[in-house]
């Protein structure tokens, strides 16, 4: 059972390092919302899970309701922060025609400032 809740840890910290990596890596908004909600999410499920298999009856409890909780609020937060960004006109790498340009009113995209 130790084996089993250290390979969950594990990957659950592979899942995070790859998402973690995706959001600084990756050109524009959604791209970095989609590694962040994602990879995060299954990351975070798995470490939670390697966590009840070598924890106790409190920790069990405690880690279901943490994971139901995950499930049910990021595709919520991830449906907003993605409308968000594209609504207020923020530049889409990687998209020829906007698919979306009959159901949403979009900004003007606004230049870059320089740092």
Not at 7 to 18: D, T
Not at 64 to 83: D, E, H, S, Y
């Amino acid at each position: 059972m130790t084996l089993i809740a250290t390979a969950l840890l594990i990957l659950g910290a592979a899942f995070l390092l790859v998402a973690a990596i995706g959001v600084v890596r990756l050109p524009d908004p959604l791209q970095r919302m989609h590694s962040a909600t994602k990879a995060g999410t299954l990351g975070a499920t798995l470490m939670l899970l390697g966590a009840m298999l070598s924890g106790t009856l409190e920790g069990l409890s405690t880690s279901a309701l943490v994971i139901l909780f995950l499930l049910l609020t990021l595709p919520i937060g991830a449906q907003l922060l993605g409308r968000a960004a594209y609504v207020s006109g923020t530049k889409l790498e990687g998209l020829e025609q906007d698919p979306l340009s009959d159901e949403l009113e979009r900004a003007e995209a606004q230049p870059e400032e320089a740092i």
